[in-house]
């Protein structure tokens, strides 16, 4: 069925937020995020329970979400479904849910890839946040520096070569005893600790490389975690009192050297694109210190977009928008359509 117009459902269960959404013109009508709270003791998502409670949540969750939309499911005119990258078995319930909705409607249905729709979170609020842009997608899984052309049409500027930046986050949050996920935690407990007490390195940001060299543009965060895991353990072997008064400064030190980076490495993108605006995208661009230090560094000719908080972590706003952007460039997925936890990142080069 082509797409017509009209109110786009999404779809996301990529990890742990079984969540939907409606999108009308890139406006948000309904929207309903259930973060799955069954990890917590484990200190990270157990992909067999995301999956388990996806199945359990999601008829209920897309009920809340056209309800508060105000939108019968007869009245929607097409459906959008994260179809990767994620975890397997989580990304199969949204699929294989959206897939079975859009087909006893005679709706069009198309499959997103997650990090395209963490760009697209920005249009929602900020229309204006079109291509050309620089991006920077931070997430749990992924670190990717991006110049966007036009929209579907992406330069990998760079990559993480080992850790996201979300993950080491979550690790070393996880070292200092700090709850999951670990990166709002290492925000909180840095506010009342010093950068600089202790000192971390600032991995990949050598002044001696140039654009045309392999890592100017890439992230490595395993050995700024390892770095980290070391000298808490130096701490430590001072006694309980000694980690326990230099907890804040270890945490301040980590999120500066993290943020130190990231500026670093998006001002180098910026400078050489010649591109000043710039966009966020991923659960780490909720962190407070990362916005204003870029904000800052971009000022006075730049401009940054941020998602807010909600929109920055998963959602399937930013599922629902970009499936609205593809169904009116006339494009639609068959029911061949499958879940692919590696999905490649649509129109790079
Ligand atoms: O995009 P997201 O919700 O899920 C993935 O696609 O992975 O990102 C989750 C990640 C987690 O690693 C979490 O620790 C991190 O985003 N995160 C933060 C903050 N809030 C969430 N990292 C740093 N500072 C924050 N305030
Ligand atoms: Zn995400």
């Given at each position: 069925?082509?797409?017509?117009?009209?109110?786009?459902?999404?779809i996301?269960?990529?990890?742990?937020?079984?969540s939907?959404?409606?999108?009308?013109?890139?406006?948000v009508?309904?929207?309903v995020?259930?973060?799955?709270?069954?990890?917590?003791?484990?200190?990270?998502?157990?992909?067999e329970?995301?999956?388990?409670?996806?199945?359990?949540?999601?008829?209920?969750?897309?009920?809340?979400?056209?309800a508060?939309a105000g939108v019968?499911a007869?009245?929607?005119?097409?459906?959008?479904?994260?179809a990767?990258?994620?975890?397997?078995?989580?990304?199969?319930?949204?699929?294989?849910?959206?897939?079975g909705?859009a087909?006893?409607?005679?709706?069009?249905?198309?499959?997103?890839?997650h990090?395209e729709?963490?760009?697209?979170?920005?249009?929602?609020?900020s229309?204006?946040?079109?291509p050309p842009?620089?991006?920077?997608?931070?997430?749990?899984?992924?670190?990717?520096?991006?110049?966007a052309?036009?929209?579907?049409?992406?330069e990998?500027?760079?990559?993480?070569?080992?850790?996201?930046?979300?993950?080491?986050?979550?690790?070393?949050?996880?070292?200092l005893g700090?709850?999951?996920p670990?990166?709002?935690?290492?925000?909180?407990l840095?506010?009342?600790?010093?950068?600089?007490?202790?000192?971390?390195?600032?991995?990949?940001?050598s002044?001696?490389?140039?654009?045309?060299?392999?890592?100017?543009?890439?992230f490595?965060?395993?050995?700024?975690?390892?770095a980290?895991?070391?000298?808490?353990?130096?701490?430590e072997?001072?006694?309980e009192?000694?980690?326990?008064?230099?907890?804040?400064?270890?945490?301040?030190e980590f999120?500066?050297?993290i943020?130190?980076v990231?500026?670093?490495k998006t001002?180098?993108?910026v400078?050489?694109?010649g591109?000043h605006?710039?966009l966020?995208?991923g659960g780490?661009?909720?962190?407070?210190?990362?916005?204003?230090?870029?904000?800052?560094a971009?000022?006075?000719?730049?401009?940054?977009?941020?998602?807010?908080?909600?929109?920055?972590?998963?959602?399937?706003?930013?599922?629902?928008?970009?499936?609205e952007?593809?169904?009116?460039?006339?494009?639609?997925d068959?029911?061949?359509?499958?879940?692919?936890?590696a999905?490649?990142?649509?129109?790079?080069?």
């Open positions: 069925m082509p797409f017509r117009g009209g109110p786009v459902l999404g996301e269960s990529s990890c742990d937020e079984t939907a959404a409606v999108v009308a013109d890139g406006r009508l309904g929207h995020i259930l973060s799955q709270d069954a990890h917590a003791v484990f200190g990270g998502v157990v992909p329970i995301a999956a388990r409670q996806h199945l359990a949540h999601i008829d209920g969750v897309v009920a809340r979400a056209l508060e019968r007869g009245e929607l005119a097409g459906v959008g479904v994260t990767g990258p994620g975890l397997v078995g989580a990304l199969l319930v949204g699929l294989n849910w959206a897939k909705f087909y006893s409607l005679g709706l069009p249905i198309v499959g997103v890839h990090m729709a963490h760009l697209f979170a920005n249009s929602l609020e229309p204006e946040a079109t842009f620089v991006a920077l997608l931070i997430s749990g899984g992924h670190t990717m520096l991006l110049h052309a036009s929209w579907g049409s992406y990998l500027l760079g990559a993480t070569r080992d850790d996201a930046v979300g993950e080491a986050f979550d690790k070393v949050a996880r070292r700090l709850g999951f670990g990166g709002p935690e290492i925000e909180r840095a506010r009342q600790g010093v950068a600089g007490k202790y000192r971390l390195p600032r991995p990949m940001l002044a001696r490389e140039g654009p045309g060299e392999a890592g100017f543009f890439d490595s965060f395993s050995g700024l975690k390892t980290t895991a070391l000298l808490i353990g130096e701490i072997a001072g006694g009192e000694a980690i326990a008064a230099a907890r804040p400064d270890v945490a301040a999120q500066e050297a943020v130190d990231l500026v670093g001002m180098r993108a400078d050489h694109t591109c605006r710039v966020l995208g780490v661009a909720r962190n407070g210190p990362l916005r204003e230090r870029l904000a800052a971009l000022a006075p000719a730049g401009e940054l977009f941020a998602p807010s908080p909600r929109l920055s972590t998963d959602n399937a706003a930013m599922v629902a928008r970009l499936a952007h593809r169904l009116a460039a006339g494009e639609a068959g029911l061949e359509l499958n879940a692919d936890p999905l490649p990142f649509p129109g790079l080069s």
